[in-house]
């Protein structure tokens, strides 16, 4: 159980264009998701929380009309990144957090690989 | 500000040996610690620790945390070259349920 699935895997585009990344918990329900990116050979850096239902908490330094999140459904959230350069490449990585008791475990995508031309 | 300290930062091991990863920790109001592996996609998760002094165990993984003293270790056993991947640290405060990470134990196993 607690899978956590993103499409798409990879993504090239062109500078200048908006890309689509999408976070599905599938076997369990999650009030709350994160988006994380990692740059080579670094640590995660978390970039927003993401709450069913409302508007997304952002991490100072993090552009909310550049990284634009929808967290749709219980099931589901999306991050879309806006006018995309190359300095926004980078491995995006999304988590859900399942609950059990009063803790919660984070459970990761397989990640999404961007690369901006 | 929450801190999660790791050590070594990386370290290379031959096949059979034991190795002792290292997590230290400052946060307001810790709920958890979590132990995840990571090798060339994202994180999988290993081991989610609340209460000191319990190990928790699967297979030739262990973990244990010490809450009094801040800290927990992973270990594992019997290495092999399946092993190898960066060893990620986390801690969960009570009320943001956001996860503060390490750098990571890069582990690299040898035949």
């Known amino acids: 159980g607690a899978v956590v699935s993103q499409h798409p895997s990879w993504v090239i585009c062109k500078s200048g264009t908006s890309v689509k990344i999408e976070c599905r918990s599938l076997?369990?329900?999650?009030?709350?998701m994160f988006w994380y990116r990692q740059f080579p050979k670094q640590s995660l850096m978390l970039m927003a929380t993401?709450?069913?239902?409302?508007?997304?908490?952002?991490e100072q330094g993090v552009e909310k009309d550049k990284f634009l999140i929808n967290h749709a459904s219980l099931t589901l959230s999306t991050l879309t990144v806006t006018s995309a350069h190359p300095e926004d490449s980078s491995f995006y990585i999304c988590?859900?957090?399942?609950?059990?008791?009063?803790?919660?475990?984070?459970?990761f995508g397989p990640g999404t690989r961007l690369l901006v031309l | 500000e929450d801190k999660v300290v790791q050590s070594p930062l990386s370290l290379v091991v031959h096949e059979g040996d034991t190795v002792t990863l290292n997590c230290s920790y400052e946060?307001?109001?810790?709920?958890?610690l979590l132990w995840y592996k990571q090798e060339k996609k994202a994180p999988t998760f290993l081991f989610m620790l609340?209460?000191?002094?319990i190990e928790k165990k699967s297979g030739r993984l262990s973990s244990i945390l010490d809450k009094k003293e801040l800290f927990s270790i992973l270990n594992i056993t019997a290495t092999q070259t399946g092993d190898s991947a960066v060893y990620l640290c986390?801690?969960?405060?009570?009320?943001?349920?956001?996860?503060?990470f390490g750098k990571g134990n890069q582990v690299v196993v040898i035949p």
């Open positions: 988590s859900a957090r399942a609950f059990s008791g009063a803790s919660g475990t984070q459970y």
């Open positions: 076997d369990f329900q999650a009030t709350t």
């Open positions: 993401s709450n069913e239902g409302s508007k997304a908490t952002y």
């Open positions: 946060v307001t109001n810790f709920r958890s």
């Open positions: 609340t209460s000191s002094g």
């Open positions: 986390a801690v969960e405060a009570r009320g943001n349920n956001r996860l503060a």
